[in-house]
């Protein structure tokens, strides 16, 4: 058998980032709950359809990081520039598909080119 290798962009420090705040024990306990709920047939509706967190977003921070105006950063959502100017006010948030779209352009913004 062959050793199994994990290869990663990120660093292990980065790595070791993304997990300081989970709780493995918590979530082990917690899947093992839904099993026996699963089981018994009792299980919750959110069993079978988990929604992951969104990501924090700072609208500002993105739009400015691809040194777009709010016009043009409007335009790449498919949002008014009075809703941009909303988000980075405060006024509203971002609904949840905002926020993974954008979350996404963050982390590649060569994104911003297929939209």
Known sequence: MSELRFESSLSMEE????FKDVDFFS???DGLQEALAYTKGKAAA??????????????????TSLEMTQKAFAEMLGVSCRTVEAWESGKSTPTPTAKKLMSLIQGDHSLIQKL
């Not at 079978?48 to 700072?58: E, G, H, M, V, Y």
Request: aromatic fraction near 4%; charge should be positive.
């Open 15 to 18: 790595i070791e980032n993304n």
């Open 27 to 29: 979530g082990i306990m």
């Open 46 to 63: 959110d069993t079978f359809a988990r929604k992951r967190s969104l990501p924090t977003i700072n609208v500002v921070e993105i739009r």
